[in-house]
């Protein structure tokens, strides 16, 4: 029931809030002055009349106990200096402590601060003044017990409330910055996997699909069986990489794995890459002086091959016939890939840019660099990638 109560009350807007706060002061103020429990020193001198009327001006003020604290509490305090001056009664420091609280919990940062020194301040002061001013030390201790329950306390509960809510807002805030950074995160996250997913299709599925198209117009169009049951099987090879590259692909998407489910490619199936290019009527020849050096980083090593299988295609695609040489070499901490092929009479060397950039983005992902451009008769598609200083 009480939460219930708490709750309904909790619900209501602001103002009406600080109504039913203000009315059960009065209501309660009334009670005690109808049971005569209102004075401190027994009788009362002062009618009914003139004591309901303070006190209703001491909880009018408590309106703006919300929105204008402060100026509630200057409001309450003419008619509290009446009330003490006539014989200070319960209802009208009651109501008054309520301004108290409202200023500490609802004020300014800097009507919090003065609040509270003075609050402590004046628990001190009254204390000391008690104990040399007043001969009795009854009368010393009841002038304390006063005081603290009517001042320091609401300003030191209101302060401790003032307190966990800023704390809470600065843990919603916290809360909120983080959420944001994982929202972030998140968005960089799908971002970075669609654009691997975008040069691994470009790069992998494309580069097979093209090779497919160009063997099989090979082989449509020479006389000789043997030489097109030779590119038949390449096309077959690379129509089987390509379904292997895509289940792949579809298998990753499906379980949210984050590693690869088949053994990424490497620059010793680099044989491979040649093999189809040759089937597709280009000349190819592979100069490699890695030897027997240690092996790559995986990162780098798969970066390597890639960029050779996006330029060797670019190069059959856009210099059927041609002939082409593929570089790779070894220097200190440095891996070079380079591939340079004829230009026809037909092809400028510009295409639509997404090999190269696709090419230029795998170089970077591994702290490299990729220049691309005509080569005096040719074209060239130079990689630089570090193996020593692989970015994660």
Not at 8 to 21: I, K, N, S, W
Not at 161 to 171: G, K, S
Request: hydrophobic share 50%.
């Amino acid at each position: 029931m009480r939460l219930s109560v708490l709750s309904t009350y909790r619900a209501l807007p602001g103002f009406a809030q600080d109504l039913l706060v203000a009315v059960a002061f009065v209501a309660g103020g009334s009670a005690l002055y109808a049971a005569d429990m209102h004075a401190f020193a027994g009788h009362d001198p002062v009618p009914g009349w003139g004591r309901h009327t303070l006190l209703v001006a001491v909880a009018a003020p408590l309106l703006l106990r919300r929105r204008a604290p402060a100026t509630g509490l200057c409001l309450a305090a003419v008619p509290l200096a009446a009330d003490i001056a006539l014989g200070p009664t319960v209802p009208v420091l009651l109501a008054f402590t309520d301004h108290l609280y409202a200023v500490t919990l609802y004020g300014s940062r800097r009507a919090n601060r003065v609040l509270v020194t003075v609050a402590a301040a004046g628990s001190l002061a009254v204390t000391v003044g008690a104990l040399v001013l007043t001969a009795d030390w009854r009368t010393a201790v009841l002038v304390v017990v006063v005081y603290v329950p009517f001042v320091a306390v609401p300003v030191w509960w209101a302060t401790n409330i003032r307190q966990h809510r800023e704390l809470a807002e600065t843990e919603r805030e916290a809360a909120a910055r983080l959420a944001r950074i994982a929202e972030l995160d998140r968005d960089a996250a799908v971002a970075a996997e669609r654009a691997r997913m975008a040069r691994d299709l470009h790069d992998v599925i494309a580069g097979h699909l093209s090779a497919i198209a160009l063997q099989s117009e090979a082989a449509l169009s020479t006389p000789d069986p043997t030489a097109a049951g030779t590119v038949l099987r390449s096309v077959r090879e690379n129509s089987v990489s390509a379904l292997e590259e895509m289940r792949a692909m579809i298998g990753l998407l499906r379980t949210g794995e984050s590693a690869e489910t088949t053994a990424p490619a490497r620059l010793s199936a680099l044989s491979k890459l040649v093999e189809s290019a040759r089937a597709s009527g280009m000349r190819v020849e592979v100069h490699s002086e890695l030897g027997g050096e240690p092996g790559l980083p995986a990162a780098v090593d798969l970066a390597a091959y890639r960029i050779a299988q996006e330029a060797l295609t670019n190069a059959v695609r856009h210099a059927p016939g041609s002939s082409a040489t593929v570089t790779v070499r070894r220097a200190d901490d440095e891996l070079t890939v380079e591939v340079v092929n004829e230009l026809t009479g037909t092809q400028d060397g510009k295409g639509q840019g997404t090999g190269l950039l696709s090419m230029r983005e795998r170089a970077q992902a591994v702290g490299g660099s990729l220049s691309a451009g005509p080569a005096g008769h040719g074209w060239r598609v130079r990689a630089v990638l570090p193996v020593g200083r692989v970015r994660s």
